[in-house]
């Protein structure tokens, strides 16, 4: 079964740093591109960091210079690390990926999302 798994959420304090994976499991052949999303209580989900198959990033004004999104193609996975973090970055983080797979012979693209992981930023 094709998944994307995410990890590293948590609770961490004003001024902290967390480091999120999304890793692709199942019959991958590659991970194009990928993004992070998060969606806050009571808020539409948002893009947070964007990342293409050659490495290009862009990232939302409000975690610029805080927020890198990276990726390792020989793990199937992309990484978001997170560094002074405020509460207003309180959100259920998602995983967005094209994933290259074969499955019975038949190659094919398609998106997939995550399961989400929550980070909290608190003192």
């Known amino acids: 079964q094709v998944q994307l798994v995410e990890s590293g959420g948590g609770l961490v304090q004003p001024g902290g740093s967390l480091r999120l994976s999304c890793a692709a499991s199942?019959?991958?052949?590659?991970?194009?591109?990928a993004a992070w999303y998060r969606q806050a209580p009571g808020k539409q989900r948002e893009l947070v960091a964007s990342?293409?198959?050659?490495?290009?990033?862009d990232y939302a004004d409000s975690v610029k210079g805080r927020f890198t999104i990276s990726r390792d193609n020989a793990k199937n996975t992309v990484y978001l690390q997170m560094n002074s973090l405020k509460p207003e970055d309180t959100a259920v983080y998602y995983c967005?990926?094209?994933?290259?797979?074969?499955?019975?012979?038949?190659?094919?693209?398609?998106?997939?999302w995550g399961q989400g992981t929550q980070v909290t930023v608190s003192s």
């Open positions: 990342i293409g198959t050659g490495g290009s990033t």
């Open positions: 967005y990926a094209g994933l290259k797979t074969s499955q019975r012979g038949v190659v094919t693209n398609n998106a997939y």
């Open positions: 199942g019959s991958i052949l590659s991970v194009n591109a």
